[in-house]
């Protein structure tokens, strides 16, 4: 469960002192109240002497959300022609304890000109994208890239699983070929 | 009222100055802490405070709905203190009372100072508090069993929260109060301190104290809640122990 502590690693809890500020920086986990350093979540704390900094290394895991740069794994729910509106419940290869919302505008969805977020993705699809903005009410995505697109995607005529064949989808039942917008490993992510 | 004192002589302190449970006016219920009891919540600790027994779990921080209580600066805590129907001597109804919803105010205000709200800006931290068996002193119990889940979910923090009533029953100032003082007892005080800084971040009362019996029952809460605090880093070190040893 825990890893292994490191030497001179100690197990603290939020408000164990960790030394003063003459000492070192606070670093991760870590914060300053009237030049004491003080820890901010249960974890083993280390004192780097070269960087002069302590941080705490957290133990019990730390909150999940999606911050710049993450790659996350969401459904996509509404979409319009500019704008595609994605339920996040994926952070990386982790399942988020709840949902975060994000949207994807259509000069995200790839390299190439875009007319509509409809010709990339529709209701329904599993995608993978990266968070590049979390300034805004609800985080921004892009699905530019060879790695980011749908990874799943069901046939809007009858429902089948739409497979890769070539460069297409084609649904598994009626045979129907989409337009997507997938990513090179499409049908084999994993959560 | 006088048919009522005729039917039974209640002795909260006895001739030796022991109370109904047999403590010593600055004693303790046997606390028992433990964290990480719940798989489904980011962080959750169970709590009994002698015969109170409190489940508390912690989601998030998670997207806030309704959106519109999203602050674009810092996290909103949202705190649910619930009575389970089967916690009291008489069902209760499970449907939120006027006392349920002011302790979830007063509970959360407790824990508010401790959190690091500023990191997480737009999202909630909720708190989920139930009453499986109350014996007096929920609120406290409930206060530190919501100090110990947030601990677990990883959430940063100032630190820890510890909290217990404290009050007088039969003209003496005692720690810890169960049920049956805190109803015929005359001072019921709730406390919940932050130890390491010796914050207090909730105080209220029920009752009358004296100036003098206010100061001696805060001194006692304060020792007391040092107490409860040290139990708290043991709950939270011990998830560790078996695995190193």
């Known amino acids: 469960m825990a890893s292994k502590p490191r030497e001179r690693a ?8 960790l030394g003063v500020i003459e000492e070192f920086f606070p670093g991760e986990n870590v914060y300053e109240k009237e030049g004491v350093l003080y820890a901010q979540c249960v974890g083993y704390a280390s004192p780097n002497l070269r960087s002069k900094t302590v941080s705490v290394k957290p133990a019990l895991g730390t ?3 999606p911050r710049e740069g993450d790659i996350v794994y969401g459904q996509v729910m509404d979409i319009t022609d500019k704008v595609a509106t994605i339920r996040i419940f994926g952070l990386g290869k982790k399942i988020l304890s709840g949902i975060f919302t994000g949207t994807l505008h259509v000069s995200e969805v790839s390299k190439n000109y875009t007319e509509s977020v409809l010709d990339a993705f529709r209701p329904g699809d599993i995608v993978r994208a990266r968070v590049i903005n979390v300034k805004n009410r609800v985080c921004q995505l892009s699905t530019v890239g060879k790695e980011l697109g749908a990874v799943y995607a069901l046939c809007t005529k009858c429902g089948g699983e739409l497979v890769l064949k070539g460069r297409n989808l084609v649904c598994k039942v009626c045979k129907n070929v989409e337009r997507r917008k997938f990513a090179e490993d499409y049908g084999g992510a994993r959560i | 009222m006088s048919r009522a004192e005729d039917k039974k002589v209640i002795r909260l302190i006895s001739e030796d100055g022991l109370r109904v449970d047999g403590r010593r006016p600055d004693e303790l219920r046997p606390i028992k802490l433990e964290v990480g009891v719940l798989e489904k919540a980011d962080g959750s600790a169970y709590v009994e405070y002698g015969r109170t027994k409190i489940m508390a779990a912690v989601f998030g921080p998670r997207e806030i709905h309704p959106r519109h209580l999203a602050i674009s600066e810092k996290a909103v805590i949202r705190c649910r203190y619930h009575m389970a129907p089967f916690s009291t001597e008489q069902r209760k109804s499970p449907a939120p009372s006027r006392r349920e919803i002011e302790l979830s ?3 959360r205000e407790a824990l508010e100072p401790a ?7 737009r999202t909630s931290i909720d708190i989920f508090i139930e009453v499986l068996q109350s014996d007096g002193g929920t609120r406290c119990a409930g206060i530190t069993a919501a100090s110990l889940a947030l601990a677990d979910a990883g959430i940063p923090m100032k630190d820890l929260v510890a909290s217990v009533a404290v009050g007088k029953v039969d003209g003496v100032v005692v720690a810890d109060l169960c049920d049956v003082e805190d109803k015929y007892g005359e001072a019921d005080m709730p406390v919940a301190l932050m130890p390491k800084f010796g914050e207090i971040t909730l105080l209220q009362m029920d009752g009358n104290l004296s100036q003098s019996e206010f100061e001696q029952a805060l001194q ?3 020792e007391s809640c040092q107490t409860i605090y040290g139990k708290q880093r043991e709950a939270l070190l011990n998830r560790f122990v078996q695995v190193e040893v």
């Open chain 2, 105 to 107: 105010k007063v509970i």
């Open chain 1, 10 to 17: 100690k197990l603290v809890v939020p408000g164990d002192e």
């Open chain 2, 220 to 222: 006692l809460a304060v």
């Open chain 1, 63 to 65: 909150p999940k959300y």
């Open chain 2, 115 to 121: 959190v690091f709200t500023e990191y997480y800006p």
